[in-house]
């Protein structure tokens, strides 16, 4: 396994479930990320956590809350999804955010299915 | 102006051949271009990125050309093998903006 783990691989939910996903990185990393991954898009930024501070929000909504409690460990809670919200979410690391070019470590992702 | 657009969609060659996939962008502000190449059930994993500073970088099999005139970049692999059958994404960021821009994708399947 990765340094990047992420629970659970697979998850189908309703729309009007809540859900979670988790992300913990063992890489001693200050930077972790939400990317959603739907077939032939770019990969999408959605949250950006630095030293355990949201540093960007692209725009994704607000049935998406993102939870960094350390710089270990983020969550992504999930509610009154849509199905277009079916994806897989990748979890990622780096070692800080400053850097144009900075190294992403990702996890295997968590294959998400709303019905 | 954000995008890096990438091509082809999909590739199949055979074993022993080349593979090439392109990319392309627009904003002059990208100064770092890495490739990310992403196994079934996995996730995407660093393989090589480049500077525009240089042409060319070799790693191994792999290579990326990088035309700054024309703002593209692109991934060889030589003496293609099936393990290297994937999807692979280009990528662009800049010291103005940290976030790495992602093409999307090329999935290789590499015939034995």
């Known amino acids: 396994e990765t340094g990047v783990t992420q629970t659970p691989r697979h998850l189908v939910m309703g729309m009007t479930n809540k859900k979670s996903l988790k992300c913990e990185q063992h890489l001693g990393h200050n930077a972790m990320y939400w990317y959603k991954q739907s077939a032939k898009k770019p990969l999408e930024l959605m949250f950006v956590y630095n030293f355990k501070e949201q540093t960007e929000n692209n725009s994704v909504p607000s049935r998406f809350s993102p939870e960094c409690p350390n710089s270990s460990h983020l969550f992504l809670h999930l509610h009154t999804l849509q199905p277009e919200d079916s994806a897989l979410y990748l979890c990622?690391?780096?070692?800080?955010?400053?850097?144009?070019?900075?190294?992403?470590?990702f996890g295997a992702g968590s294959r998400l299915t709303v019905l | 102006q954000q995008q890096v657009k990438q091509s082809p969609q999909s590739l199949i060659v055979q074993k022993g051949g080349i593979s090439i996939i392109n990319c392309a962008y627009e904003?002059?502000?990208?100064?770092?271009f890495p490739w990310y190449q992403q196994f079934p059930g996995k996730g995407p994993a660093l393989l090589i990125a480049?500077?525009?500073?240089?042409s060319e970088k070799k790693e191994g099999r792999f290579t990326i050309s990088f035309n700054k005139s024309a703002k593209q970049f692109s991934l060889h692999i030589m003496d293609s093998q099936p393990g290297d059958s994937a999807t692979y994404f280009c990528a662009a960021s800049g010291s103005a903006t940290n976030k790495l821009i992602f093409g999307t994708g090329t999935l290789l399947a590499v015939q034995p």
């Open positions: 990622a690391s780096s070692q800080d955010w400053f850097t144009g070019a900075n190294v992403l470590t």
């Open positions: 904003n002059t502000a990208f100064d770092y």
């Open positions: 480049i500077r525009p500073d240089v």
